[in-house]
């Protein structure tokens, strides 16, 4: 294990990252679906600023409940200050609180990578809107008696919770998409929006996250049994449906449907297709308006044949370098491996490793958050 850590030392040399570091995660029989998602997350350096940031300001609640959030600012502060700059380290105290937590994750066998990084960053959310709801209602009771008889007040602060709170988890990762269908009769658009925080996409053979991305917002024609009511018409009428990206997150994460559900087997099966994704990728004809420019900064691979078995592993961008984390082992590898982990342009291939999340970071000044 130091020697890893020692080899990775001496391939960065002088340009090892100043207050970096980079420790490999121990596994605890089969938790590397968890292990790849938390080094992508802890180097996605705004979530990990404001999540260190949150523990700092915390600290001092000595008898403050443990939960996920509570696990994982002390999983990173760990891993941040630590006097070695490489190592290994047990993330045990999250993995038994996840597991306490969610009972999906208890068993040994295979977990999906995706399904716990969305049941983690939800419960994150959860966790941090029920505490500034606590610190709400304390201020609320220890305002002024005039203020909490005023009764249309409390009446429009109790209204007011379907306007959701924006915690930094929603900063970084969430958002919006709009929903547009178009009567094709009376020609009335009817638009709803929805929050997302991450972004799930069909895959194709041989296509690009821009295509998918553009399949995602393509035009679908609502007709026969899938005809639209139309309010205005106060009928069923033809319509056409597409789906939009009105707001970009920050953090763009993507996920890839590499797993599907076929009818004929009854099971689910792997889709090894070659899906290229852009070291830089722009959001052009999602939004409404100007461009919005990404840039990749860590990728969760799946190895594997099968959806039910298997490994996962993550690629991660660190200060220009792209590291490889394989739960205790970090190495170093060059950009140009990256490129490795598309997909297989041919049906049957011995080449198993896909990415299957990817994690973009907001560069272009045609986000206007």
């Known amino acids: 294990m130091g020697a890893t850590g020692s080899k990775l030392e001496k391939a960065l040399g002088d340009q090892f990252p100043e207050g970096e570091r980079y420790f490999g995660l121990e596994n605890f029989g089969n938790t590397c679906y968890c292990n790849s998602v938390l080094q992508a997350l802890y180097f996605c350096v705004p979530f990990r600023e404001q999540l260190l940031d949150y523990y700092s300001n915390n600290k001092s609640i000595g008898d403050a409940e443990e939960n996920l959030l509570t696990c994982?600012?002390?999983?990173?502060?760990?891993?941040?200050?630590?006097?070695?700059?490489?190592?290994?380290?047990?993330?045990?105290?999250?993995?038994?609180?996840?597991?306490?937590?969610?009972?999906?994750?208890?068993?040994?066998?295979?977990?999906?990578?995706?399904?716990?990084?969305?049941?983690?960053?939800?419960?994150?959310?959860?966790?941090?809107?029920?505490?500034?709801?606590?610190?709400?209602?304390?201020?609320?009771?220890?305002?002024?008696?005039?203020?909490?008889?005023?009764?249309?007040?409390?009446?429009?602060?109790n209204g007011a919770q379907k306007e959701p709170l924006v915690t930094w988890v929603h900063k970084n990762f969430q958002g919006l998409l709009?929903?547009?269908?178009?009567?094709?009769?009376?020609?009335?658009?009817?638009?709803?929006?929805?929050?997302?925080?991450?972004?799930s996409l069909d895959i194709e053979q041989n296509s690009s996250i821009t295509s998918c991305l553009k399949n995602f917002s393509s035009t679908e024609t609502l007709n026969a049994e899938d005809k639209f009511f139309c309010d205005k018409c106060c009928s069923l009428q033809e319509a056409q449906k597409r789906m939009k990206i009105k707001k970009p997150p920050h953090i763009l994460v993507i996920h890839l449907k590499r797993f599907k559900y076929i009818e004929q087997l009854g099971r689910y099966k792997k889709l090894l297709y070659r899906v290229v994704f852009p070291l830089e990728l722009k959001l052009s004809n999602t939004m409404e308006d100007a461009d919005s420019e990404y840039s990749l900064f860590a990728v969760v691979v799946h190895v594997g044949s099968g959806p039910n078995h298997g490994h996962y592993v993550s690629l991660v961008k660190s200060h220009n370098h792209w590291l490889f984390f394989d739960d205790e082992n970090v190495e170093m590898i060059d950009e140009s491996v990256v490129q490795t982990f598309f997909g297989s342009a041919q049906e049957y291939s011995s080449n198993t490793d896909h990415g299957y999340i990817l994690f973009y970071e907001s560069i272009g000044t045609g986000n206007k958050s």
């Open 72 to 157: 994982l600012a002390d999983l990173f502060t760990q891993i941040s200050s630590q006097k070695k700059k490489t190592g290994v380290i047990a993330p045990k105290r999250f993995v038994q609180r996840l597991k306490k937590q969610n009972e999906i994750f208890r068993s040994y066998m295979h977990q999906d990578a995706h399904e716990f990084l969305n049941f983690l960053l939800n419960e994150l959310v959860d966790i941090l809107e029920k505490e500034a709801h606590a610190i709400k209602s304390d201020a609320e009771s220890s305002s002024p008696p005039e203020k909490i008889s005023n009764g249309p007040k409390t009446g429009q602060a």
């Open 178 to 199: 709009t929903n547009e269908t178009r009567c094709l009769r009376c020609e009335t658009v009817t638009a709803r929006d929805e929050t997302f925080l991450d972004l």
